[in-house]
């Protein structure tokens, strides 16, 4: 089992930056894959980026260019640095760990909004 913590949410001004962190706790050595994840209002939700065990990243198209996903294995935190923010990316964004046999954990969620 491996939990989540979110942190790094909030409100900014469209062009503006935040940053997200996850940091991960439990069963670590299982994680093959971290990400996020973000679900807008009246919205399914929605890869944003991903990066793996190796450190490959992977990205929406929507986001690629401004944010960039990274993975500081020794604190076992994933970060999401999300730079031209934009009102379409108002979401709620969650973690996410995919273990070896592609089971998922998630964490709690935090609020992104974007004032215009």
């Known amino acids: 089992q491996v939990q989540l913590v979110e942190s790094g949410g909030g409100l900014v001004q469209a062009g503006g930056s935040l940053r997200l962190s996850c940091a991960a706790s439990?069963?670590?050595?299982?994680?093959?894959?971290m990400g996020w994840y973000r679900q807008g209002p009246g919205k399914q939700r929605e890869l944003v980026a991903t990066i793996t065990d190796r450190g490959k990243p992977n990205y929406a198209d929507s986001v690629k260019g401004r944010f960039t996903i990274s993975r500081d294995k020794a604190k076992n935190t994933v970060y999401l640095q999300m730079n031209s923010l934009e009102p379409e990316d108002i979401a709620v964004y969650y973690c996410?760990?995919?273990?070896?046999?592609?089971?998922?954990?998630w964490g709690q969620g935090t609020q992104v909004t974007v004032s215009s």
């Open positions: 996410n760990a995919q273990d070896w046999y592609a089971r998922d954990s």
């Open positions: 439990g069963n670590i050595l299982s994680i093959a894959v």
